[in-house]
């Protein structure tokens, strides 16, 4: 029999990884965000980010490409 946990485990998608990769660099969404958009030249806005934060219920969630997050992964490994 399984457990109630393993029944219900939902498998991360690109922005629950990208929350994730925010969250562990120690910076906040601003300050991701701002890296994020340094010499782009279509920057994104704070309210696009949080679309792609947002969880999984709430109903401006929006998937972040993978090429979104390659960036962040990129741009956060920086110091």
Do not use: P, W
Request: charged share 35%; aromatic share 4%.
């Amino acid at each position: 029999m399984t457990n109630y946990t393993e029944e219900h485990r939902v498998e991360e998608d690109t922005s629950d990884k990208l929350r994730i990769l925010i969250e562990e660099s120690g910076l906040t969404q601003n300050e991701a965000l701002a890296r994020f958009n340094r010499g782009q030249a279509r920057k994104m806005a704070l309210r696009t980010l949080k679309s792609y934060l947002a969880s999984r219920d709430a109903k401006t969630r929006i998937n972040c490409s993978d090429a979104i997050l390659e960036r962040m992964r990129k741009v956060l490994r920086q110091t």
